[in-house]
Each structure stands twice: as structure tokens, then as C-alpha cells.
């Protein structure tokens, strides 16, 4: 079955500092899609960023990062010198490219963590 | 282009009433969707639709109903409407099925409470 974790429910950080989000997923097919959603506060679903599987190179962007090791089928997401504009509700979700099936592009969402960057 | 419209952005509904919530894309995607998103959760897949006439359940489709009659519109119905469906409904669209190929464009959310 297809399941994503995200275990850290709630970090609290103060501005500038490092902050890593876990992801943790299950999937049967070989061939997948990883994602990470922004959610600020106002509510709307802001797109960050999309792996597949069979591309491991992290990646940077600005002050972002994403680490993804298939061997441990996790893929966290690191913010460095953080700032109170990154507070909000991250997403993990996975994507799996149908190896069973025809694909559809159904995402299936971890719960979410909850980042609050104190001035 | 508007991407994916909602409506109504709120609404408060009492226990046993029926409503519809809207959906719109402009841009001519063949595949949509709705999520739910209760408090302290991730979004759960209620419907989905590959195209106009065709519809499929998710992983939480009991208490809805959708409908696709063209490819922009996709309106999810509530029947009887109960406490447990009080949540953050997300509409998206996407040209193709692939992840690889295309990203889901969102809505903006629609806030239902029923009391």
C-alpha cells in the first residue's frame, strides 16, 4: 500500500536557524513521484517541488533543499536560514506512475508539518 | 487564465442539508479531483474524473457524490450534510495522468463547516 509519514507534527524555530522536515514513504511500484507542498497560512496549496524515483541527486534551490535516499525510501527537506515567511504547513506526497495500472496522478498526502519561525 | 475556481470560499450548512460545491478549470485539463483536508491532517482523495462522463472514488467518497458533464466542471455534492464533513475542500486539475509530465493545479479551497 502507498503511505507517507511525516512525524514531525509541529517545529518551532527561531529565525536563522536550520530546520529539517522528515518524509518517510511506502510504495509497491518502482517508478514513483515525490513531492513537497507549501501551505502558508492564508490556505492555499503552494507547489515546491517533484522527484522521481529514479533520480537521487539532491537538489538546492535558494534556500532550499531536498535530500531523497531510496534506501531508506525517505525524503526530507531542509530549510536553511530560516525566516518567519517560511512559517506554514509543509506536504509530502507521493505520486506513483502506474506501474500496476494506468497512472492518474492521484497524490496521496502525509499529514503535514507544522513550521512556526519565531522572530 | 483563472487556473481553478471554487466556489463558495465559505459556507456554513446545518445537519441534513444538501449543497454543491464548484469547481472550474480554464484550462482544458482532462483530469480533476477533489481533496479533503480535516484540522491536523493531510488532503484524502473523495473523487476523481480522467475526463468528461468518467468518474472514479478515492479513498473517502462516502457522504459525496460528483459529476463530470464537461471538462471544465466538476461539482461535488453533498446529500445529507453531517458534522464529520466539516473540512477544507481542495478542487485541482491536470492535463495528463503522469505525475512525471504534469503538476496538479489547485484551488484556492473551499471552508464548509456543518453544525
Known amino acids: 500500500a502507498q503511505k507517507v509519514t511525516q512525524a514531525q507534527t509541529e517545529i518551532s524555530v527561531v529565525e536563522k536557524e536550520d530546520v529539517t522536515l522528515d518524509c518517510v514513504y511506502e510504495t509497491r511500484d518502482t517508478t514513483y513521484y515525490l513531492f513537497w507542498y507549501k501551505q502558508p497560512p492564508s490556505g492555499e496549496l503552494v507547489f515546491l517541488i517533484r522527484?522521481?524515483?529514479?533520480?537521487?541527486q539532491n537538489e538546492i534551490s535558494g534556500r532550499y533543499s531536498w535530500n531523497f535516499q531510496k534506501s531508506t525510501s525517505s525524503f526530507n527537506f531542509t530549510i536553511t536560514a530560516s525566516q518567519v515567511v517560511d512559517s506554514a504547513v509543509y506536504f509530502c506526497a507521493l505520486s506513483e506512475a502506474g506501474n500496476y495500472g494506468g497512472a492518474t496522478n492521484k497524490l496521496i498526502f502525509g499529514t503535514g508539518t507544522l513550521l512556526a519561525v519565531q522572530p | 487564465n483563472a487556473g481553478v475556481t471554487q466556489t463558495p470560499k465559505f459556507r456554513i450548512l446545518k445537519i441534513g442539508q444538501s449543497m454543491t460545491l464548484q469547481c472550474t478549470q480554464d484550462?482544458?485539463?482532462?483530469?480533476m479531483y477533489w481533496y479533503r483536508q480535516d484540522p491536523g491532517m493531510g488532503l484524502k482523495l473523495i473523487y476523481y474524473s480522467v475526463g468528461a462522463g468518467i468518474t472514479d472514488k478515492g479513498e473517502v467518497p462516502n457522504g459525496y457524490n460528483v459529476s463530470r458533464s464537461t471538462t471544465e466542471d466538476f461539482p461535488l455534492r453533498l446529500e445529507l450534510a453531517a458534522p464529520s464533513q466539516t473540512s477544507v475542500y481542495f478542487c485541482?486539475?491536470?492535463?495528463?495522468?503522469?505525475?512525471?509530465?504534469?503538476?496538479?493545479?489547485f484551488g484556492a479551497g473551499s471552508r464548509l463547516t456543518v453544525l
Open positions: 484550462m482544458n485539463h482532462n483530469y
Open positions: 485541482a486539475s491536470s492535463s495528463s495522468g503522469s505525475p512525471g509530465a504534469n503538476v496538479l493545479t
Open positions: 522527484r522521481n524515483s529514479f533520480d537521487e
